[in-house]
């Protein structure tokens, strides 16, 4: 069997240039743990759940921060250097907190292949590229344990 035989088709993704905050509407709507992102059909990131705060600075998760801050005006009433930063949370978009370099599964791999770079990279979810770099699917070790369910 093979990670195409298994792979998510209809793959939910965003841009780079999309708001940090659509980005976690999407997580929360769709009940999914990351989104690929992509422009002009190419993988170029992925952003997963512990990056709005792994990525982000302060500690605090990123959204709903950027939403404080855009809602109480804050940008506004302050200057210079926190000026900046403020506008930056609030303008923060998925290529600013998104994992360039990914592990990505080609769709002919082997599950045997797909399980080990889960393992080997401690990771639970996978985009899955063609030759082109186009991304094909997405496959989460959830995908593998309902195949190993599936069989008994």
């Known amino acids: 069997m093979k990670v195409k035989d298994i792979m998510t088709k ?5 841009s780079p240039e999309t708001k940090i905050n659509k980005v976690a509407d999407k997580l929360i709507k769709h009940r999914i743990h990351g989104v690929p992102v992509v422009k002009k ?3 170029v990131g992925i952003i997963t759940e512990t990056d709005f705060f792994t ?20 940008d ?31 769709p002919n791999a082997k599950i045997t292949e797909l399980v080990n770079l889960f393992r080997k990279n401690e990771l639970c ?23 190993i369910n599936d069989a008994q």
């Open 55 to 74: 990525k982000d600075p302060l500690g605090i998760y990123l959204p709903s921060y950027a939403n404080f801050i855009k809602d109480l005006k804050l």
């Open 10 to 14: 209809d793959v939910i993704f965003v």
């Open 125 to 147: 979810l996978l985009p899955v590229i063609d030759e082109n770099n186009s991304l094909a699917g997405i496959v989460a070790l959830a995908d593998v344990i309902n195949l």
């Open 41 to 43: 059909g190419r993988l």
């Open 76 to 106: 506004k009433k302050v200057s210079g250097d926190q000026k900046k930063k403020f506008k930056k949370i609030v303008n923060a978009v998925a290529s600013d907190i998104m994992t360039k370099e990914c592990i990505t599964v080609s």
